[in-house]
């Protein structure tokens, strides 16, 4: 037996010393492979790379994910228009919010109020188009009567100024047998079902605005509850204040330029009706609106259409009408506006007006429109929770320069300069 015994532990101290690479590469059973081999979980029956098991399932993801996301683009794309509308919509409720609570408060049933401020609201909106319109019709109508006059006076000046013997009936010869006049009225035959495509747009689009306005504002309440009650307590309070801030500068803003759209349209209704100029009412009306709700160049468009029918009537009276809009402009942001906006919306001209071309850039006119009180409500809600610290009194904070020699420690190379 001791031969044996001595063999056996030969073999053992053999197989210990031995290379452990070489001694696990050579049992056939075992699953870690010998340096340069590939791992053999890779390895199919025949010695082929084998596919991880879990590379299928990442290649599955993925696609689905790519999926998902082509899906939802397309989507957004198809539904941006209504997105806007919902957005437009939400907005308006929040302007009537607060006269539909006050109705409320009084006793009033929440739909009913609702639909009193929409029907006042709708009043106004007609009122404005009807005088405009009837403006517009007037004046096409005065220049179609006068075109002959105006027709002849151009002559006569172009005789008397290039030494020409042109007639008015040569004239109209020559632009209704032209051929870019035969051009424009097909195109313009052509383009009337496309006016009309765009006008049944423009009120379906409208319809869409008022009524998720009407429901937004009459289930105002109801509409809170059911976003609070998927939201912890903590949660429901910063929702709540966010709403109101939205609601107070909505509101606020709305009712401000409102009022000073009232107090501008008066103003210029006046010296309208003291020049003579036609149509002073609708003139009135579209001022106070377009100085109002488009910020800082607002008052000069609107002012150009009354300064172009005053010099219909008589040229100094355009002058006169120009240096009455610059005049109030000047009133309205130094005395007016101060005192109507401090406890609405305060918010920097520079900062309003970036605030229209951003919204104006994003969503067009309808960006305009909701980009003041838009910021305004981020403005508010930001001031209310951003920590505000004193300034110190260091010169430099208020615009002035600390003299030398009192506190204030000289660089050594501008001493040696």
């Not at 639909?115 to 004046?139: D, K, R």
């Not at 100085?291 to 009537?313: D, E, N, R, W």
Request: hydrophobic share 50%; glycine share 8%.
């Amino acid at each position: 037996m001791a031969p044996t015994d001595e063999i056996n532990t030969d073999d053992r101290e053999a197989d210990a010393g031995a290379d452990p690479g070489t001694h696990r590469a050579q049992g056939p059973d075992h699953d870690t492979p010998a340096p340069g081999e590939p791992p053999r979980g890779l390895l199919g029956p025949a010695g082929a790379a084998r596919m991880p098991r879990w590379l299928p399932r990442a290649v599955v993801l993925v696609l689905a994910l790519y999926a998902c996301f082509q899906l939802g683009s397309w989507a957004f794309h198809q539904l941006i228009g209504l997105l806007i509308n919902i957005l437009i919509a939400f907005f308006l409720a929040l302007a009537m919010e607060p006269a539909v609570g006050r109705m409320a408060a009084r006793g009033m049933r929440r739909g009913l109020a609702t639909f009193l401020v929409f029907l006042a609201l709708t009043i106004a909106t007609v009122g404005f188009v009807v005088l405009l319109g009837s403006m517009l019709a007037g004046q096409i109508v005065d220049m179609v009567e006068q075109f002959p006059k105006y027709l002849d006076s151009v002559i006569n000046w172009v005789n008397h100024t290039f030494h020409t013997e042109l007639s008015r009936v040569e004239v109209q010869d020559s632009l209704l047998h032209s051929d870019w006049l035969q051009k424009y009225v097909q195109n313009s035959a052509t383009g009337v079902l496309d006016v009309s495509a765009t006008v049944l747009g423009g009120l379906f689009r409208l319809l869409t605005i008022f009524l998720f306005s009407f429901y937004f504002a009459a289930d105002g309440p109801r509409l809170r509850r059911t976003i609070c009650s998927v939201l912890p307590p903590a949660r429901q309070a910063e929702v709540l204040r966010a709403w109101e801030i939205a609601v107070d500068k909505t509101g606020g803003y709305l009712y401000s330029r409102s009022l000073m759209a009232l107090i501008s349209g008066i103003a210029h209704y006046i010296l309208l009706q003291i020049l003579g100029v036609p149509y002073a009412p609708a003139l009135a009306v579209w001022v106070g609106l377009v100085s109002q709700f488009i910020p800082t160049i607002g008052t000069y468009l609107a002012g150009a259409l009354p300064m172009l029918l005053a010099f219909t009537v008589n040229p100094w009276y355009a002058v006169w009408v120009l240096g009455f809009v610059v005049i109030y402009q000047q009133f309205e942001n130094y005395v007016l506006q101060p005192k109507l906006t401090a406890k609405t919306v305060d918010i920097h001209p520079a900062v309003a007006f970036g605030s229209v071309i951003a919204g104006t850039a994003l969503m067009g006119a309808v960006g305009a429109l909701i980009a003041i009180p838009a910021v305004a409500t981020l403005q508010a809600f930001l001031g209310a929770y951003v920590r505000r610290y004193d300034v110190t009194d260091d010169p430099r904070v208020h615009g002035r320069h600390q003299p030398r020699g009192r506190g204030a420690t000289a660089r050594p190379d501008a001493e040696s300069s």
